[in-house]
T-cell receptor, first 113, second 112 residues
Framework: DAMVIQNPRYQVTQFGKPVTLSCSQTLNHNVMYWYQQKSSQAPKLLFHYYDKDFNNEADTPDNFQSRRPNTSFCFLDIRSPGLGDAAMYLC????????????FGDGTRLSIL | SQQGEEDPQALSIQEGENATMNCSYKTSINNLQWYRQNSGRGLVHLILIRSNEREKHSGRLRVTLDTSKKSSSLLITASRAADTASYFCATDNTGANSKLTFGKGITLSVRP
């Protein structure tokens, strides 16, 4: 089945130690998104790629970076995780940016020690 | 800034009852979408209603949209324990730099 897959499901890292979360899709969608979701809160968009074009949200900290080496894969890099970065990170895809439903992976829950 | 605001924040009902959840928003939209999120999982798209539509059905789901009041409702009929989840409305706003903006969600508990 076509889907969005995130690895790993759970990630533990140390304060300040770089961490990379990965997302892959078999939907061949143009757009890939990264969201941060903290407990009982709305998902917050960090950035998205339309094909190779990167679009950063104005309030996304510089600590968060992303790479999309090809259509299928997208990575979220957190350069120096702080305690406040502990959250669920959700990857989503859509065919186009607007007027389309988004398809989500099951997320990676990041814990910071 | 957050666009959708769901109401109530939490809802507990008996299996077989109907569940109604409301969403209000502030600016003009292209469409409004409802998503479900089971505990510890990703969001699942339920239904998309365009700004020129007033009502849409999908199985046991019924969504209405009133653009004059900037509000939407999601009705789940004959609820099941498996419907227990958080439900989010998300607005696809008009204008430059538009993006899908999620509300805080409603926690629905369906008691067996």
């Amino acid at each position: 089945d076509a889907m969005v897959i995130q690895n790993p499901r759970y990630q533990v890292t140390q304060f300040g130690k770089p961490v990379t979360l990965s997302c892959s899709q078999t939907l061949n969608h143009n757009v890939m998104y990264w969201y941060q979701q903290k407990s009982s809160q709305a998902p917050k968009l960090l950035f998205h790629y339309y094909d190779k074009d990167f679009n950063n949200e104005a309030d996304t900290p510089d600590n968060f970076q992303s790479r999309r080496p090809n259509t299928s894969f997208c990575f979220l890099d957190i350069r120096s995780p702080g305690l406040g970065d502990a959250a669920m990170y959700l990857c989503a895809t859509s065919r186009e940016v607007l007027r389309q439903p988004q398809h989500f992976g099951d997320g990676t829950r990041l814990s910071i020690l | 800034s957050q666009q959708g605001e769901e109401d109530p924040q939490a809802l507990s009902i008996q299996e077989g009852e109907n569940a109604t959840m409301n969403c209000s928003y502030k600016t003009s939209i292209n469409n409004l979408q409802w998503y479900r999120q089971n505990s510890g999982r990703g969001l699942v798209h339920l239904i998309l209603i365009r700004s020129n539509e007033r009502e849409k059905h999908s199985g046991r789901l019924r969504v209405t949209l009133d653009t004059s009041k900037k509000s939407s409702s999601l009705l789940i009929t004959a609820s099941r324990a498996a419907d227990t989840a958080s439900y989010f409305c998300a607005t696809d706003n008009t204008g430059a730099n538009s993006k899908l903006t999620f509300g805080k969600g409603i926690t629905l508990s369906v008691r067996p």
